[in-house]
């Protein structure tokens, strides 16, 4: 009787397939994580095998064949094949999809997976060995093997043809020739060996206490929160513990939100570990994904920094996992396959039994209740590296003040003072374009995007007007299309005009705005980001991207010029990425020599959160908010899941949730609840109307026990099959 073989197969269906192995297949070539080739209906899909039974549903006459096994080892190694099957029972996701997920696009379009090795040509020992007079005399009527063998007897290393056409011109005949007298070969050209090693910082008390901590136990799961104040060195920690793990001969796995944001963060590994660093982007070609994926699994690496799904790639010699700014909502993906990095890295760890730690300025509320559970070892670091206190906000109250373009005079003030005394200055705008509203000064007429509930922003210099939702542009309009008047109003503020009106007032000096529009083309970034690290009187306008994670030196102002909008959020995690993004971006200033200074410009200086910040840190702040989640059973006191629908016809997909709602009481429990369904709190966005249920429970396992087989039945409903849903299990955003 042979065995029965599951397989994950790219299909949006919630299971496995069961199969026959192909004919006379022994029992040992059917290993977990080999690619396999299958029928599908009418089609052939290439699928993973991750399991064999005994036993099959599927009656005896109905099961097919397999058609070929594409890997004679697995492709993926037990202990990540475990943590995708706990991956697509967790948030309850198709299996197929999830592996489409884990894998590089070129294995999952069935490319060996393999490096490939450049090659280039070298010398022989036969060449190597040769009397350079033999050489001279045997080469003296052929030049072009002349130059060829005098240069590549210059390298030690294999050089490749790239090299040779640079430098040589026509050098293949001469090759030719070389290589039939057996004094060159083509070989493959080793990886160049890494520069001078940086060596280690002495550490402070604290740095010292979470380095030890960490590495006191590398031989088990242990999660560690540390939360070390912005600038208080934790890059220095991680990288402190890496090198005990290196030398352990283990290799470490650091995710980061975004690498493209943080240049400066590879650069720091690569100078500890130099030419044992990988690094996995979205930059990188399909070809170079999979080599550094490749790279990791043989154990050629020794260090791998990447962005979300980088926590799929397979180690060789796993030692530990490091999640910095483990707070940021990036590492939650938000469509198709909807997991956290970072909780995800933290189920790895403990699969693999070893040590993960979770970095960040602002801990997530979760995990903060984690460590306060008991669950997390949690490490602090009080104190700046540099012995500086990090700044605490202070409240500009703007109301009633003179305003210029959204900036008070105090403000404007502030700029002037800190760029005559030689330092940098960054005003922090978390909102790009010139002006979020155009609207008509004759008639009110305001300019919507036509396929979302929302204004389109002005760009000026571009004359664009743009949707910042779905990405539509149109020409800004001469006459306005309501009453044909001519006079348009700019309503609110964004980071193009604040630009402009700082480039007037602070004319002698730099204004360099960093956000999405000028960072586009590739090099951009980290031009600005250089001049900016130079450190020359300047003043940095931005968005979000200048809040992550960058060290400048010299910015010894910061100026936060209109948060007001995370106060009256009608997301329940408002607040929590209130506090985080203010003290982040506040924890830009004062990193080097001199002390910081940071002010907020509110409507609402009153507002009890915001007092609770500026006046007792973010861990008392945190300590509020997570009271008020309590009070209000949301998480992490509560588990929630929220099942979304989308159509281009307005009721499609409340039709269907409601029909999910219908079909759900079989199996609701007690302590599980259904809420909805409702409008999505942006509606119509891209041309589709979207809608939501959320799923309320007391406790995971209830939760997950309701999903389960809900989620089953809804694939089978018509109304479904008219609209596009996703589950998405402990949401992060609830748009
Ligand atoms: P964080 O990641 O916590 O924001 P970083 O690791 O970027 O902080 O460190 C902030 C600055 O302090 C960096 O310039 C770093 O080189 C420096 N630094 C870190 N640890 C030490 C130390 N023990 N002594 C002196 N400087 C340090
Ligand atoms: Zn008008
Ligand atoms: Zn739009």
Known sequence: MPLICQVALPTPLRRLFDYLPPPRTPEDALAPGIRVRVPFGSRRLTGVLVGTSQRT???RDRLKEMEALLDTSPLLPADLLELLRWAWTYYHHPPGETLSTALPVLLRRGSPAQRTRPRGWTVTTAGRCA???????????????????????EHDQAVSAETLNKTLGNWRGGLAGLGRRGWVAQVEIQAPAGGPVEPARPLNESQQSAVETITGALDGFGAYLLHGVTGSGKTEVYLQAIARVVERGQQ???????????????????????????????????????????????????????????????????????????????LKQQDGFRYSARDLAVMRARLLDVPVVLGSATPSLESLNNAERGRYTLLRLPDRATGHRAPTPRIL?????????????TLINAVRKHLR?????????????????????????????????????????????RCHHC????????????????????????????????RKVFSDTPVLRVDRDTTRRKGQLKALLDQARAGDPAVLVGTQMLAKGHDFPNITLVGIVDMDQGLFSTDFRGPERMGQL?????????????????????????????????????????????????????????FLALLRAESPQQAAGERFLAEAAGVASPWLTEGVQLMGPVPAPMERRAGRFRSQLLVHSAWREALHTFLDPWVQKLETLDSARKVRWSLDVDPVDMY
């Open 57 to 59: 549903h599927v009656p």
């Open 131 to 153: 009397d350079p007079t033999t050489i001279a005399t045997a080469l003296a009527r052929a030049p072009r093997q002349r130059a060829v063998m005098e240069f590549l007897l």
């Open 252 to 330: 470490a796995l650091v995710m980061v939100p975004e690498i493209g944001l943080t240049p400066q963060l590879c650069d720091r590994f690569e100078a500890r570990f130099p030419g044992r660093t990988g690094v996995l982007h979205s930059g990188l070609t399909d070809r170079e994904r999979l080599d550094a994926w490749c790279a990791a699994r043989d154990g050629d690496l020794s260090v791998l920094i990447g962005t979300r799904s980088a926590v799929f790639t397979p180690l060789a010699r796993p030692g530990l996992f490091v999640v910095d700014e483990e707070h940021d909502l990036s």
């Open 397 to 409: 109250d703007v109301r009633t003040r003179p305003m210029s373009e959204g900036l008070s005079d």
């Open 421 to 465: 005394e030689r330092g940098q200055v960054l005003l922090f705008l978390n909102r790009r374009g010139f002006a979020p509203v155009l609207v008509c000064h004759e008639c009110g007429w305001t300019a919507d995007c036509p396929r979302c509930d929302a204004h389109m922003t002005l760009h000026a210099a571009a004359e664009k007007l």
């Open 471 to 502: 990405g539509a542009e149109t020409s800004v309009p001469m006459q306005c299309p309501g009453c044909g008047g001519q006079e348009f109003l700019h309503m609110g503020h964004g980071t193009e005009r604040l630009e402009g009106f700082l």
């Open 582 to 638: 203010i003290t982040q971006v506040s924890g830009r200033a004062g990193r080097g020599e001199r002390e910081g200074e940071v002010l907020l410009q509110t409507h609402q200086p009153d507002h009890p959160l915001l007092q609770t910040l500026l006046a007792d840190g973010y861990s008392a702040f945190a300590d509020a908010a997570l009271a008020e989640r309590k009070a209000a059973a949301l998480p992490p006191y509560a």
